[in-house]
């Protein structure tokens, strides 16, 4: 499906330092369940199908052999879900977890990725730790936060250190993403009595069937995150375009069919010809 509009580099509102803690988190919480539930009509969870995706695409071998650098989203990152199912499918065939670190400091517990003050948020030299994992680089749900600068900083930066990069999107620019913008918000209305309780989250409830604020934001973000959702062309563009020698890498992309009619999971895998 082709992109309906050109890029924009567009606001998510619930990212501004200015907006309130407390609906941020309503708002995270929300996005995060709805990537790890199971809808009517599903088989998998966005998670578990972005999970068998990167042991379908590495082979599970090759993945177990990997630490993946999660450059997650936030509180609303689908990324403790992947790391399971990824781990549960690897463990299945008898091979060892995949060790996976986040930059995100919650869930707590998880180990986080230092940064030095003279280098930008997407910038980590991780090589292999003590094991002589191969990193990869997991920019999940993330990589559209991203100006065209940054972004291509943050692959000139992977391909110097030789770490391949995976993006996972769960939009992109095409009309059927703009019409799955606007039906989540109105999905969340209609089950946040029963998660504002079930959490303990009574603004959940406030400030989507009272001041119905939540959903308006849901679909504000979610309008200007398929703005900013790059397509595998432009994402290749970046990489020729980055600064680094790229004639030894290959990019695959696809998009996997994770709701009828509309719910996709978009992905885009570059990483060296050597790994293949």
């Known amino acids: 499906m082709k992109p309906t ?17 407390l ?18 009509g599903q088989n998998m969870s966005a998670a578990e199908l972005a999970a068998g995706l990167l ?4 082979g599970a071998a090759a993945l177990s052999s990997h630490t993946i650098v999660d450059f997650c989203a936030g509180g ?33 517990g998880v180990q986080a990725v230092e940064t030095s003050a003279s280098s930008t948020p997407w910038r980590r030299r991780m090589p292999g730790r003590g094991n002589g994992n191969k990193v990869m680089r997991l ?32 939009q992109d620019r095409t009309l059927e993403s703009f019409v799955a913008d606007t039906l989540l918000p109105l999905g969340v209305v209609l089950v946040a009595p029963y998660y504002a309780w079930q959490w303990s989250m009574p603004a959940l409830f406030v ?3 009272l001041l119905p604020v939540i959903p308006l934001v849901l679909i504000w973000d979610g309008y200007a995150s398929s703005l900013r959702t790059r397509e595998p062309e432009e994402v290749e563009e970046l990489v020729s375009s ?11 992309s696809g998009s996997e069919l994770r709701l009828w009619p509309f719910g996709y999971l978009n992905w885009i895998i570059c990483r060296p010809v050597v790994e293949l």
């Open 5 to 21: 509009v050109r890029r924009m580099q567009s606001m998510s509102l619930s990212n501004t330092s200015w907006f309130p803690p």
């Open 23 to 40: 609906l941020k988190e309503c708002i995270q919480n929300s996005m995060a369940h709805a990537c790890n539930m199971k809808l009517p």
């Open 55 to 58: 042991v379908r695409e590495f």
């Open 76 to 108: 609303g990152s689908m990324a403790p879900a992947i790391e399971d199912a990824v781990n549960g499918f690897l463990g299945a065939e008898g091979l060892q977890p995949v060790d996976f670190v986040r930059k995100n400091l919650r869930p707590p």
């Open 139 to 170: 920019f999940n749900l993330a990589f559209h936060h991203l100006d065209d600068e940054a972004a291509r900083g943050a692959i000139r930066d992977c391909i110097e250190c030789g770490a391949g990069f995976v993006i996972l999107e769960l």
């Open 207 to 209: 400030f989507t069937w």
């Open 242 to 252: 980055c600064g680094a020698d790229a004639s030894q890498w290959v990019l695959r």
